[in-house]
């Protein structure tokens, strides 16, 4: 059992998730949880994350809506950026595969499900692991950073330039654009390359054990400190610190981090001896951290203390060609399962043309589920399109044919017309596109909407009660 590798499955359905952890138990070490708080209760517990999950989108408190499932999806990635997550959910529209695909989900499996395909496509899942585990050297070769355009030039000079800087770095920029990528270019490309690099994500942890874990503890420090231990900042020695998702950090620790950066101090939980960290700190973050500042959220001093030197990565939409460079990339990197396949001439003009939202993260999952699908064949525009989030612009909420008068007056004249409807209706579909453009995140979504997130909390009740989600 301990020489499987393990896999977390995800469902409320006790029937299901029974009958699955016994059809799988042969090939994986199944870990069953019925709903999202579980899981995250059971991921702090384990001493290594799977890297492998199977999970349904619709959970309690919510079954009949997917939005459960696809939170989950994110939080997952949060806590290990290299699982693979792949969704067995009877809501298969194709708005929710491809939402789900595009917040990083591997694949989508309809249920009811055949047990023996179920299986290959986990296996073929666990292929792709080790074909990821095994190349790290291509991985590190000019810091792996793949693109020629003008924006990826600027940004490989910023990372030079700042790489020796004895100031700590903010890196910005949209989900999946690379920033992780970028803060661990910078610890290579730094004197400090052959010092420890350790990545904290802010977002995977509750207050009490972040603050363990960066600062590390005495015996007897809290419940469960058995033994005393050090955190992040004391481990990293004289190399890098990266502090993912910076702005998840919450307040009481932000005041803490400021006093590391203006002196070096900081204490372990539990004791009164001073400790000196030698760390250098960079911070990464998907948030508009001004705005976060503005709203109350984010310590105005330790933005400022940790924005002297920025770093903005930018979407893949602005990197013009360099979506096909990346394209051969991620095509190379998974040659060895043999999934080449070619684009024709009007896919190539759509891989052009989509903007990505997801940015590399959605690009990569395109090209290994396009390779799984599509072996050494020649891919439609068609079957591209399948694989795409759908661009959430305004066209498709702003109809001028239903939004122009006579359009209303027809409407009207009609008969049967409800008011309250189409304000629902519309309601509904701004805040989807808000919780997608924000992968799940309720404060972000809030943020987008111009209002607050209880509103959007009681908004969504009210929506999902009428049965209009
Ligand atoms: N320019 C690039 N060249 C090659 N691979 C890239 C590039 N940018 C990103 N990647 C790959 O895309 C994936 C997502 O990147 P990464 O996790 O660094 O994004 P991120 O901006 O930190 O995302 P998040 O905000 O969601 O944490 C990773 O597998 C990373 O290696």
């Not at 000019?142 to 990372?159: D, F, Y």
């Not at 009207?412 to 919780?435: C, M, P, T």
Request: include cysteine; charge should be negative.
């Amino acid at each position: 059992m301990a020489d499987l590798p393990s896999l977390l499955l995800v469902d409320d359905d006790p029937l299901i998730s029974e009958s699955l952890a016994f059809v799988l138990k042969d090939t994986f070490s199944v870990y069953v949880v019925a709903t999202r708080e579980e899981t995250k209760r059971l991921l702090y517990t384990l001493p290594v994350l799977p890297n492998l999950a199977l999970i349904d989108l619709g959970l309690p408190p919510n079954p009949h809506s997917p939005e459960e499932g696809f939170t989950l999806v994110s939080e997952l990635l949060t806590f290990n950026p290299s699982i693979k997550i792949l969704i067995l959910s009877g809501q298969d529209t194709q708005e929710n595969v491809r939402h789900a695909l595009t917040l990083g989900a591997v694949d989508f499996i309809p249920k009811p499900c055949n047990m023996e395909l179920l299986k290959t496509r986990l296996k073929h899942q666990l292929m792709i692991l080790e074909a990821e585990q095994h190349k790290p050297q291509a991985k590190q070769k000019a810091c792996g950073l793949i693109g020629q355009s003008m924006v990826m030039e600027t940004l490989r000079a910023q990372i030079q330039q700042f790489a020796n800087s004895p100031f700590s770095v903010l890196i910005q920029g949209e989900s999946g654009t690379g920033k992780e990528l970028v803060a661990q270019c910078l610890h290579t490309q730094s004197q400090r390359a052959e010092a420890p690099c350790l990545i904290v994500n802010c977002a995977a942890f509750t207050t009490e054990l972040l603050e363990a874990q960066l600062f590390g503890h005495s015996k007897g420090a809290f419940t469960g400190a058995n033994t005393a231990r050090s955190g992040f900042f004391e481990e990293a020695s004289y190399g890098s610190l990266i502090l993912d998702e910076i702005g998840e950090m919450p307040l009481p620790l932000q005041s803490k981090l400021l006093r590391v950066l203006e002196n070096g101090e900081y204490y372990r939980l539990g004791e009164t001896k001073v400790r000196q960290s030698q760390a250098r700190i960079i911070a990464a973050s998907n948030r508009d951290l001004r705005g976060e500042v503005l709203a109350g959220q984010f310590r105005g001093d330790l933005y400022h203390r940790l924005s002297v030197l920025t770093i903005k990565v930018p979407p893949v939409c602005e990197r013009d060609d360099d979506k096909f460079l990346l394209l051969k990339h991620f095509q190379d990197f998974y040659a060895e399962m043999g999934t080449l396949f070619q684009l024709d001439t009007s896919a190539r003009q759509n891989w052009k043309e989509y903007n990505f939202p997801g940015n590399v993260r959605e690009l990569r999952n395109i090209v290994i589920r396009l390779g799984a699908k599509y072996p050494n064949q020649l891919v439609t525009r068609t079957q591209l399109e399948e694989e795409l989030e759908t661009n959430l612009n305004t066209k498709q909420f702003t109809s001028t044919d239903t939004d122009s008068d006579q359009a209303i007056v027809r409407q009207l004249n009609k008969g049967g017309f409800s008011l309250d409807d189409v304000l629902l209706d519309w309601e509904r579909r701004y805040i989807n596109a808000a919780l997608k453009m924000s992968q799940g995140n309720l404060s972000q979504a809030a943020r987008i909407l111009g209002i607050n997130r209880t509103t959007l909390y009681s908004k969504m009740q009210r929506l999902s009660k009428s049965g209009s989600n």
